[in-house]
């Protein structure tokens, strides 16, 4: 493995990681103003949109910066090794 | 509350951070012995330490008292603010803070002037840099006095002086070495004072059962008040006993079930360039930037973001907590005052935490003074290496010996130092969470798609480069001007700023880079190499 193909191997898992960290904070406040009942119907007690902004999505954030992380470390390291 | 009595337990936590703070970062002045020392600690901090480090640095007062200030006040849109400031930090890691480390320099302004071999945009780096560093330590040094009246009843004035004399003594002898300690001890404490408090609140109110209250409810919020547990409508008095907002003030914020709803505080456009602000914005923001150059290397600079996520994600999900019991639970001296008799909102975390005991007041005083010195610090590196080191180092007097260039650094952060605190005695009245927001739109428009294109773009050109950041840049000051000057109501530029900028970047680049010798593509090849290979640092090595 070159160094450029690595380059690219690291920006399709940084453009694809990125597409689902976008999608999942942008969409919401669209279902907010289409869905806005659903919404905020109480899961666990607490209004479901709470508790996506509020807790999950932080959770979202660091499996995706474990996964992007161990990655991208692993191949510069398989790079090295070469 | 406030008034200027002196409130024992939160002035002596108040003095016990500011003597510990001293002591450390005078403490370190002894190891900060090279430039590399000054600026970037010598690129030997390691992951947890950075990691802290950078997420004190990075959560203000704003963070720390003004969030859960805004859920309190404007409900679900304030939990906008929680998740966005953290969210930011992804784009960080994936698309900035390993090449960029990786590159080795010491500032945003030394990236600039390395990828594009430009002293031109070295220049307009250093402009943007004091511009998004001014906005947010104008905002801070403002706070600082508020808070400290707030919370230890020391008067305004005072306040300003004695922390912002704290911070520029032990910033100019212990530099990034000495901020780096501070940073993360002061980070340590904020989350212990962010999240102790709420282990008492906890069992006392049922968080869900506050949540449904204003769910189930379709008029005026009511609460199970603080004694007795009778419901009663929520009315902010000031301690005078007066109203703490008049009708038309009131009718800003929701109330009823509208409180947990959406679109409180904004409609769907403006809640979408908001989170373009706070997530692009974040990674655009030179003195947190600076922070990843700590690291000895790519990999080490990776691992410090995940940490990062994970502790300012801890941070962020109290601050809706917080902001809920505050909501619910308040009695009726739910406003403090300071000495204008103005009511000062920051300050329910301060009342929600009596509610947990004395004690928890001083921890949180404790944690709001941590916040300020932690932010104020790692601005005042960022201004004071724009100066010394982009602009006297490296454009006025490029021959300077090494011991020049400290002298230099020293004297700019006592320059800033007190040009801050004078700032800040000035600027009474500057609204704080304003200033920040335009803090983060500009850095959004500026340094973030100049970062995001300059490391993954390698026909990216330097004037492409001024065409994005200039454009992002102004597009950010006519809409804040335009809104200042009452032409039109929207004041959130990011959603417009933020695609203009890549636009020009895209459009400028393909026009010049044709035009460019051979040897000019070579450099910028050269330089786009250093940002990726891994054999170009010791990335490599486990983190």
Known sequence: MTYEQMQAKQLKLSVLLAAIFLVSMFSVPFLNKTMTEAMIAPVLGIPFVWLFVGILLHIEFWIIAVVYTTLSNRWEGELADE | ?543
């Open chain 2, 1 to 543: 509350m406030s008034n200027g009595e002196i409130q024992l337990l939160p002035l002596l936590a108040a003095i016990f951070v500011l003597l510990l703070t001293m002591v450390i970062g005078l403490h370190s002045a002894k190891r900060t012995k090279t430039l590399s020392d000054y600026w970037v600690a010598g690129r030997n901090v390691g992951v947890f330490t950075n990691a802290s480090a950078i997420s004190s640095n990075y959560l203000s007062a704003a963070s720390f008292l003004g969030v859960a200030a805004f859920v309190w006040a404007n409900g679900f849109d304030g939990v906008w603010y929680a998740t966005g400031f953290a969210a930011g930090y992804i784009l960080l890691l994936l698309f900035i803070a390993s090449p960029l480390r990786r590159f080795g320099q010491y500032t945003i302004p030394d990236f600039c002037h390395g990828r594009f071999h430009s002293y031109r945009l070295r220049q307009i780096g250093i402009l943007w840099t004091v511009v998004i560093s001014a906005l947010y330590i104008i905002a801070q040094m403002v706070g600082v006095g508020t808070l400290m009246e707030a919370v230890t009843g020391v008067p305004w004035v005072w306040g300003v002086i004695i922390l912002g004399g704290v911070i520029t003594l032990y910033v100019a002898f212990g530099g990034m070495t000495g901020v780096t300690v501070t940073q993360m001890l002061q980070f340590w404490i904020m989350l212990t004072a962010m999240i102790v408090p709420l282990f008492i609140l906890m069992p006392k109110h049922n968080y869900s059962e506050l949540l449904l209250h204003a769910y189930r409810d379709t008029g005026q919020v009511v609460a199970p008040g603080v004694a007795g547990g009778v419901e009663e409508p929520v009315e902010l008095l000031t301690v005078e006993g007066t109203a703490a907002f008049s009708d038309a003030e009131k009718e800003r914020f929701p109330t009823g079930r509208d409180w947990i709803r959406p679109f409180g505080k904004w409609n769907l456009f403006g809640s979408v360039s908001l989170l373009i602000a706070l997530v692009c914005g974040t990674a655009g923001l030179p003195h947190i930037l600076a922070r990843f150059y700590t690291n000895p290397n790519a990999a080490k600079a990776r691992w410090s973001t995940v940490w990062v996520l994970v502790f300012i994600g801890l941070f962020y999900i109290t601050t809706p907590i917080w902001g809920t019991y505050a909501r619910m639970v308040l009695g009726p001296e739910a406003v403090m005052v300071n000495e204008a008799g103005q009511p000062n909102p920051n300050t329910m975390m301060l009342i929600t935490s009596f509610d947990a005991g004395e004690w928890a007041k001083a921890l949180v005083a404790a944690g709001a003074i941590a916040a300020l010195l932690s932010t104020v610090s790692g601005l005042l590196i960022a201004l004071s290496s724009a100066f010394a080191h982009d602009f006297y180092g490296e454009i006025l007097y490029r021959n300077a010996s090494d011991k020049q260039k400290m002298i230099a650094a020293k004297l700019a952060v006592i320059l800033f130092g007190a040009a801050a605190i004078g700032i800040g005695l000035t600027f009474r009245d500057a609204n704080i969470a304003w200033m920040v927001g335009l803090a983060f739109a500009v850095a959004a428009s500026t340094f973030f798609p100049l970062l995001a294109c300059g490391i993954w773009w390698r026909r990216m050109t330097e004037q492409g480069a001024i065409a994005g950041i200039m454009l992002g840049g102004l597009i950010s000051a006519v809409v804040v001007i335009g809104k200042l000057a009452k032409v039109w109501e929207f004041e959130q530029p990011a959603v417009i700023s933020v695609p203009a900028a890549f636009l020009a970047i895209y459009v400028v680049s393909k026009l010049t880079y044709s035009k460019h010798t051979d040897e000019q593509r070579d450099e910028l090849d050269i330089a786009f190499h250093a940002l990726h290979d891994p054999n170009s640092d010791d990335a490599v090595e486990e983190a």
